[in-house]
């Protein structure tokens, strides 16, 4: 059996993977993270990656070569791991991890086979950016490494604790026997991880802690974690419901796009288009990416100013909830993520004013864990804990593939 696992998520054009080996007692580490970007645009597909074991070499390699396909990808990435890592890799793989948007039904990480396959395309309809490009990424890992187990870990598999209550829609009854509409969630698989580092961080077991868990990317979503299982969650069917984002609008009327429907006479294509890829930040000041609406802000922009209000009004409305939904015995609040691990600003004005609930931010320790600094930010006086914690869902990814390897021995 390999001594390295090797963690898959690929895109429509792209394919990150992360080389994880194993010692000890199971202990992971990362020695090689990549990106094949650009795959299909034979005239500018390139590999970038990095080799902690290549001490020559030890920073940013970028390797430009024709990959038509995913397949392609793959197995000029075996190359490279040949080249630079180790000439007997293919040996050593003693499997590999694919993140999958989507997987319905399926609660935990599974070794793919023909029904885990089918459910992967059948949940394409519910992911249709994500579940075609993962799959084709499990395709190309069973061509390159055909010996090799494969194993699906999905986003949504953590949240399919939720009860009945949170995740039913109050829709026709046989639209969710039919066509199993319902409420789903995502960021699964970072959400675990975070769960199991706030366990290490409190030094209790997973199952006695009450979490608040907040990633706040590009995609966001907030998740009411109780005894260590996941409650309710902010994102629905589809990654749309809930917080606003970069460019998803989150909740609002569903009658709206009736409205703009009629009105506009848009297709149902164009119609997902604007609530998916022109609206949150984008559709409310015209910049995308958080960092860029907190300098135009600071500015004194004020359609700026008005979106970064309602991005608060939002995220502080679900945190709210779910301290009710938790009865108010909250172990940790966790922010994570992009925005979630790097704006003070952000996770101070999120907290702001709760004294009264037991929560109150420590102003210098929030503004000191950024940059990928993480730990303990809650004042003295606060009653819950307050964490900023650096999510890493190819570690996750890693470890429960790890899971299912060790089943199989």
């Known amino acids: 059996m390999g001594s390295n696992l090797l963690v898959v998520n690929s895109g429509s054009s792209s394919l990150k993977f992360k080389l994880f080996n194993r010692s000890g007692a199971n202990k992971l580490s990362a020695v090689v993270t990549g990106l094949v970007e650009r795959i299909g645009d034979t005239e500018h597909s390139r590999l970038v990656a990095t080799n902690a074991k290549d001490t020559k070499d030890p920073g940013k390699q970028v390797y430009q070569e024709p990959l038509p396909d995913h397949t392609a990808a793959l197995d000029y990435v075996l190359d490279y791991l040949r080249q630079r890592y180790s000439s007997s890799i293919k040996d050593e793989v003693a499997a590999m991890g694919h993140r999958v948007v989507h997987g319905k039904h399926i609660s935990e990480p599974v070794l793919v086979d023909d029904e885990v396959m089918q459910v992967i395309r059948d949940a394409a309809d519910l992911a249709p950016l994500h579940n075609p490009a993962n799959l084709q990424g499990i395709i190309a890992a069973s061509a390159v490494f055909p010996r090799c187990p494969q194993v699906a870990v999905f986003d949504t598999a953590f949240h399919q604790s939720m009860p009945a209550s949170a995740y039913m829609y109050a829709l026709p009854y046989n639209y969710f026997e039919e066509l199993h509409v319902r409420k789903y969630g995502f960021h699964g698989t970072s959400v675990k991880y975070l769960v199991g580092q706030a366990s290490k961080m409190l030094g209790r077991e997973t199952s006695e802690l009450n979490l608040i868990v907040a990633h706040l990317g590009a995609g966001a979503s907030v998740t009411a974690v109780k005894e260590g299982k996941s409650i309710d969650t902010s994102m629905g069917l589809t990654p749309l419901e809930g917080l606003v984002m970069g460019t998803r609008c989150g909740d609002m009327d569903p009658a709206v796009l009736l409205y703009l429907i009629n009105k506009c006479g848009l297709s149902t294509r164009e119609a997902d288009a604007i609530l998916n890829k022109k609206s949150g930040f984008l559709g409310l000041c015209g910049k995308a990416d958080v960092r860029a609406v907190l300098e135009e802000a600071d500015a004194g922009n004020e359609r700026a100013k008005l979106a970064l209000e309602v991005y608060l009004h939002r995220l502080r409305r679900y945190i709210g909830a779910y301290l009710v939904h938790l009865e108010g015995h909250v172990d940790a609040i966790i922010f994570s993520a992009g925005m979630g691990e790097n704006s003070a600003l952000l996770r101070g004005r999120a907290l702001e004013g ?42 996750s990814i890693a470890q429960q593939t790890l899971e299912v390897l060790d089943k199989l021995q």
Not at 369 to 387: L, W
């Open 354 to 395: 709760l004294q009264k609930f037991g929560i109150s931010v420590d102003a210098l320790r929030n503004d000191a864990a950024v940059g990928g600094k993480q730990g303990e930010i809650q004042s003295s006086e606060s009653e819950i804990k307050v964490f900023v914690i650096r999510t890493d869902e190819e570690l």
